[in-house]
């Protein structure tokens, strides 16, 4: 069973720095991509960052591209999301999730080919 377990989510100042982090068990995928979603209220869920495991490709939504970075660390198992300069914006849950790469490689961006989701962690940015 396919589980992420995501922690780091907290309250911060605009213009602060988090780490999330997602601890991932129980693949049994070869070919997979990890990604960051978060889901704001009134909002459309926004994938804003993930990474390949064939050859550890990345890509960042345009809404946080040059203040979010994706890295993951192998011997733990864990995937992190580095997120600097926050804005009030930045506010929502974040979702680790899982898709397998043929489902998702036609479209990386693309939340709804994730079909393996945590628990989420709520990120709150005060003004």
């Known amino acids: 069973e396919v589980q992420l377990v995501e922690s780091g989510g907290g309250l911060v100042q605009a213009g602060g720095s988090l780490r999330l982090s997602c601890a991932a068990s129980?693949?049994?995928?070869?070919?997979?991509?990890i990604g960051w979603i978060r889901r704001a209220p009134g909002k459309e869920r926004e994938l804003v960052s993930y990474?390949?495991?064939?050859?550890?490709?990345?890509g960042y939504a345009d809404s946080v591209k040059g203040r979010f970075s994706i890295s993951s660390d192998n011997a733990k198992n864990t995937v992190y999301l580095e997120m600097n300069y926050l804005k009030p914006e930045d506010t929502a849950v974040y979702f680790c999730?899982?898709?397998?790469?043929?489902?998702?490689?036609?479209?990386?961006?693309?939340?709804?080919?994730?079909?393996?989701w945590g628990q989420g962690t709520q990120v709150t940015v005060s003004s």
């Open positions: 129980g693949f049994i995928f070869d070919d997979y991509a």
């Open positions: 990474m390949s495991s064939r050859d550890g490709s990345t």
């Open positions: 999730a899982v898709g397998l790469l043929p489902f998702v490689r036609p479209g990386f961006m693309d939340a709804l080919r994730y079909n393996y």
